[in-house]
């Protein structure tokens, strides 16, 4: 994979020779050109799905006429007071928003933009308590303008303003983000919101990053969006057969195709919430039709034996920074594949957000399949809607026979076990025994937090040191909009532990917005997409272990991870 362009460096070992025939395939069929004439035949013959999903080719050129409107916006709320922002989305809607906030910050006299992409109620209470509702701005952020959880976090914080600033003055906090003719663009003007941006319907949220869902709240906090563009505008512009996004989907198909089908991201530190986004992306686009790339996002990689030969590695380095330098070139010695892709600083994550929508869409060439759908992604939805009919109806959840109960956790398998330690034993034995080139996914329908989230870290790290397995960490329900198409749509070599706990307080979710009147609650909804996502993976022959920790998460995973 020879390259002009420093930015990227490949150690690719024994499949050098079969990713660059690839890399010679994806030139003689003129891919790239044929991507950008919109031709649906790179994919399928029928562009059902396809040709209406290529908008985001044109973002990075269209979208800086786009600028102008976007500052004035931003200064209009910031002249009204406004201090805080919180974002209420989910998946594509909200990915991208969390990596401009975490990666910039907030500048001074911008707004302070937190993302709710949870209907855990800790989570719900956790942002309605730390804000002041008064000077806090509300942005609603759904493509398909009906996803249950963001409509949710917009009855419950309308009613909470409806309080303190009155019918009036209450749709002067809320901002829709939107495609044309959707039901929040509808709901936006009942509700009488300060603005509405539509967006080209011809981009899918995954893809949606440098259109008005992510730079709007980038703009919000006070990143430059005209030299975010200008950067992806130049990965835009780079046609040539060397372009560093068709090598890396030439290597990301073919290692795949090879087995090396697990992509183990490695970021700098400051960019590292980069990897949720571009998780999503991989994820919900290659996994289907029994085909897929895994994700792996890892803070703290291991030594090179702790890993099977179904990896590859991706290290994302920031010019100055050399944390994994000394892994990635053990990883390479060592006989894995590695990539490594530099960036002089964070405004180059503009090129990146471009570069890796190609290199996805090319893997997906490789693979035979359409990057552009999302086919079970509908399945465990659903079922968690029949979950909560037969909630309101019965006024109960279902509920599971237990398997094992000890030291305040309860297992819930689909197979017999004297205890919850010989359960995870039996459960991970799968990977030995029917399932080669397993991964586990720690499915975690908890209150995301620091905590929460290094003993989720350690339990991973403890599952690949112990077992060779690659292991992915997805809070629930954030994960169903990201990787659960993968999970449901791949080859079906997945090992699914759920972690639900006992949530020590609710919140209400009104039935209308600006109504009092609930029929559920976050909590109920929240147990219901776990459940219903459960019976989504068990119905495509899935292997699910549910896990209940009781009240006190944190300990819980600590005794799962003793249990290993």
């Known amino acids: 994979m020879s390259n002009s362009h420093r930015p990227l460096q490949a150690h690719l070992g024994k499949y050098q020779t079969a990713i660059a025939a690839a890399h010679a395939d994806i030139v003689q069929q003129k891919i790239l050109e044929r991507i950008w004439q919109h031709d649906h035949t790179v994919w399928k013959p029928e562009p059902t799905e396809i040709t209406n999903r290529l908008g985001w080719l044109h973002s990075p050129a269209v979208m800086q006429k786009s600028i102008a409107e976007i500052a004035a916006f931003v200064d209009e709320v910031r002249a009204a007071g406004f201090t805080h922002a919180l974002l209420l989305g989910m998946g594509g809607s909200s990915l991208a928003p969390e990596v401009f906030r975490f990666t910039f910050g907030v500048a001074p006299g911008y707004l302070d933009?937190?993302?709710?992409?949870?209907?855990?109620?800790?989570?719900?209470?956790?942002?309605?308590?730390?804000?002041?509702?008064?000077?806090?701005?509300?942005?609603?952020?759904?493509?398909?303008?009906?996803?249950?959880?963001?409509?949710?976090?917009?009855?419950?914080?309308?009613?909470?303003?409806?309080?303190?600033?009155?019918?009036?003055?209450?749709?002067?906090?809320?901002?829709?983000?939107?495609?044309?003719?959707?039901?929040?663009?509808?709901?936006?003007?009942?509700?009488?919101?300060?603005?509405?941006?539509?967006?080209?319907?011809?981009?899918?949220?995954?893809?949606?990053?440098?259109?008005?869902?992510?730079?709007?709240?980038?703009a919000l906090l006070g990143v430059d969006i005209g030299k975010l563009l200008a950067r992806a505008q130049n990965a835009a512009s780079d046609k040539s057969d060397g372009n560093i996004a068709?090598?890396?989907?030439?290597?990301?198909?073919?290692?795949?195709?090879?087995?090396?089908?697990?992509?183990?991201?490695?970021?700098?530190?400051?960019?590292?919430?980069?990897?949720?986004?571009?998780?999503?992306?991989?994820?919900?686009?290659?996994?289907?039709?029994?085909?897929?790339?895994?994700?792996?996002?890892?803070?703290?990689?291991?030594?090179?034996?702790?890993?099977?030969?179904?990896?590859?590695?991706?290290?994302?380095?920031?010019?100055?920074?050399d944390t994994h330098t000394a892994r990635i070139k053990a990883l390479a010695n060592a006989g894995h594949p590695v990539v490594q892709i530099d960036l002089q600083d964070t405004y180059d994550l503009g090129a990146e957000f471009f570069r890796w929508e190609i290199a996805t869409v090319i893997a997906g060439q490789r693979l035979g399949i359409n990057p552009f759908d999302q086919p079970n992604v509908e399945?465990?939805?659903?079922?968690?809607?029949?979950?909560?009919?037969?909630?309101?109806?019965?006024?109960?959840?279902?509920?599971?026979?237990?398997?094992?109960?000890?030291?305040?956790?309860?297992?819930?398998?689909?197979?017999?076990?004297?205890?919850?330690?010989?359960?995870?034993?039996?459960?991970?034995?799968?990977?030995?025994?029917?399932?080669?080139?397993?991964?586990?996914?720690?499915?975690?329908?908890?209150?995301?937090?620091?905590?929460?989230?290094?003993?989720?870290?350690?339990?991973?790290?403890?599952?690949?040191?112990?077992?060779?397995?690659?292991?992915?960490?997805?809070?629930?329900?954030?994960?169903?909009?990201?990787?659960?198409?993968?999970?449901?749509?791949?080859?079906?070599?997945?090992?699914?532990?759920?972690?639900?706990?006992?949530?020590?307080?609710?919140?209400?979710?009104?039935n209308k917005a600006g109504e009092e009147n609930s029929s559920m609650s976050f909590g109920t909804l929240l147990l219901a997409q776990a459940l219903g996502d459960r019976q989504a993976l068990l119905d495509n022959q899935r292997s699910v272990l549910r896990v209940d920790l009781g009240k006190n998460v944190v300990e819980g995973l600590k005794r799962l991870q003793e249990m290993l």
């Not at 350690?458 to 997805?474: C, F, H, N, P, S």
Request: charged share 20%; proline share 5%; glycine share 8%.
């Open 113 to 218: 933009l937190a993302v709710l992409d949870s209907t855990h109620p800790g989570a719900v209470l956790q942002h309605a308590r730390r804000l002041d509702l008064s000077k806090t701005l509300f942005i609603v952020s759904t493509k398909s303008g009906g996803t249950v959880e963001t409509f949710s976090f917009f009855k419950y914080f309308y009613n909470e303003l409806l309080k303190i600033a009155g019918k009036e003055k209450a749709g002067e906090h809320f901002v829709a983000i939107t495609d044309p003719g959707s039901g929040l663009a509808d709901t936006a003007k009942e509700y009488r919101f300060r603005k509405t941006f539509l967006n080209d319907p011809n981009i899918g949220g995954r893809y949606s990053a440098l259109s008005y869902f992510g730079l709007v709240p980038a």
């Open 379 to 510: 399945s465990a939805k659903v079922l968690a809607r029949k979950t909560v009919a037969e909630f309101q109806e019965k006024g109960r959840l279902p509920e599971l026979a237990p398997t094992a109960i000890e030291s305040g956790l309860t297992a819930y398998a689909d197979f017999p076990a004297r205890s919850i330690k010989q359960a995870l034993k039996d459960f991970l034995a799968l990977a030995r025994t029917e399932q080669p080139r397993s991964y586990v996914a720690l499915q975690a329908y908890l209150a995301p937090n620091h905590a929460t989230d290094e003993a989720l870290q350690l339990l991973a790290a403890k599952v690949r040191d112990e077992y060779q397995l690659a292991a992915t960490i997805g809070y629930g329900p954030r994960f169903l909009h990201s990787t659960g198409q993968l999970h449901k749509g791949d080859a079906g070599n997945g090992l699914f532990i759920q972690c639900t706990g006992n949530a020590t307080e609710d919140a209400a979710i009104p």
């Open 246 to 321: 068709v090598q890396l989907g030439a290597a990301m198909g073919e290692l795949a195709k090879a087995g090396r089908d697990k992509v183990t991201f490695l970021t700098s530190p400051a960019i590292a919430s980069f990897g949720a986004w571009v998780e999503q992306l991989i994820a919900e686009s290659t996994g289907k039709e029994g085909k897929g790339i895994l994700p792996v996002l890892e803070e703290e990689p291991g030594a090179p034996e702790v890993y099977a030969e179904d990896r590859s590695f991706v290290y994302l380095r920031l010019n100055g920074d």
